[in-house]
Antibody
């Protein structure tokens, strides 16, 4: 069955970068685009971008343009989200999900202490 | 960027119908998705592409659009429907914003 398994929680210093992984099974990254969404504690959902290997297309939200990079490793069927120049307001749970919207990873908490 | 507006909260008695609005300029021209999120859990899509219901989602959940507003309706509301609900659009400008979310309280 389809599963998305994300990497574990991270604590990063301000100014650093973080890379969150999302290993998929039950399908290939060549078949479905992966979206990334984040949710700060107690707040709403924010769409960050999407990575479509089949169409060779990467789209970033204007809010994160220049700070976020989405990539994928087809050999391991793992998608990655890297966020740079971290600030305290980047503290959030980060999710990967399929373009069908049906399948989500379990979420990865990234904490950036102020 | 495209902005979606939702009421912060909606309250409804069990057995009644809850309606949650999602407003946005020309939302009728965009694909709208609705997500349910319960505390400590990842969101779950309950309506996608305006009015389609994924397998496993009760028929009590329905979606519609008119003018600048999309609406999620939940009929015969149950205690288990209490959650946060978010709308999202897929915009032709390639931004896919979420609304601010609506807390549904079952009285």
């Amino acid at each position: 069955q389809v599963q998305l398994v994300q990497s574990g929680a991270e604590v990063k210093k301000p100014g650093a970068s973080v890379r969150v992984s999302c290993k998929v099974s039950g399908f290939s990254l060549s078949d479905l685009a992966i979206h990334w969404v984040r949710q700060p504690p107690g707040k709403g959902l924010e769409w960050m971008g999407s990575f479509d290997l089949e169409d060779d297309e990467t789209i970033y939200s204007q809010k994160f343009q220049g700070r976020v990079t989405l990539t994928a490793d087809t050999f391991t069927d793992t998608a990655y989200m890297e966020l740079s120049s971290l600030r305290s307001d980047d503290t959030a749970v980060y999710y990967c999900l399929t373009e069908t919207l049906l399948y989500w990873g379990q979420g990865t908490l990234v904490t950036v202490p102020s | 960027s495209f902005v979606l507006t939702q009421p912060p909260s909606v309250s409804v008695a069990p057995g009644k119908t809850a309606t949650i609005a999602c407003g946005g300029n020309n939302i009728g021209t965009k694909s709208v998705h609705w997500f349910q999120q319960k505390p400590g859990q990842a969101p779950v899509v309950v309506i996608y592409f305006d009015s389609d219901r994924p397998s496993g989602i009760p028929e009590r959940f329905s979606g519609s659009k008119s003018g600048d507003t999309a609406t999620l309706s939940i009929s015969r509301v149950e205690a288990g429907d209490e959650a946060d609900y978010y709308c999202q659009v897929w915009d032709q400008t390639n931004d896919h914003p979420f609304g601010g979310g609506t807390r549904l309280t079952v009285l």
